[in-house]
């Protein structure tokens, strides 16, 4: 039988502290962000009222006017316990459609309706709370949304330059709290 002369027991409990470390969860979080979940151009609030699924809310500027969205999101980690991504699913209902006539605020629209999506949250800062929300949604639009974008182009000529995407995004930084 052979026994060790000596051990590193500073190397040994860092081993074994990395090997045990587990993700913190954020319990509130607030956010600056671009994407329907903030409102437009805005911030957001979310809350975990338990460790895997929150409620959110977000309010901001939309390009025609103030946008708000209220939602729940779900997460997961995703790789080892040292993992800093978090992957999400979202449901949330409010705007998902801005209808925005140059020189003409008048003919302006906001829709609202249902939105799902998908999302990465990635925490860069080993010891910090903080982290980078990226997220891709699908709206539910009604056909209302399209019905008016042809009567302004039937009746005030107006052309627009692109269409409504299928698919929207959103990123933002988020700050949390334990």
């Given at each position: ?21 587990v ?5 509130l979080?607030i ?11 805005g ?40 993992s ?6 979202m449901a949330m ?25 998908v ?8 010891y ?19 019905d ?22 959103s990123?933002?930084y ?5």
């Amino acid at each position: 039988a052979s026994i060790a002369k000596e051990t590193n027991s500073a190397l040994l409990k860092e081993i074994v502290l990395k090997s045990n470390s587990v993700i913190t969860f954020d319990i509130l979080s607030i956010g600056l962000g671009i994407g329907q979940d903030y409102g437009g151009f805005g911030g957001n609030i979310l809350y975990y009222p338990q460790k895997n699924f929150g409620l959110f809310c977000g309010i901001g500027y939309n390009l025609a006017g103030v946008g708000f969205n209220l939602g729940i999101k779900s997460r997961i980690a995703i790789g080892s316990s040292t993992s800093h991504v978090l992957l999400s699913a979202m449901a949330m209902y409010g705007y998902n459609a801005v209808i925005r006539v140059a020189d003409y605020n008048e003919l302006n629209k906001v829709y609202y309706g249902a939105t799902v999506g998908v999302g990465l949250d990635y925490k860069p800062f080993e010891y910090s709370d903080d982290y980078i929300s990226v997220s891709l949604f699908v709206p539910f639009r009604s056909s209302e949304v399209q019905d008016y974008m042809d009567y302004l182009e039937q009746v005030y000529n107006v052309e627009f330059e692109q269409g409504l995407f299928p698919v929207t995004f959103s990123v933002g930084y988020r700050i949390g709290f334990q």
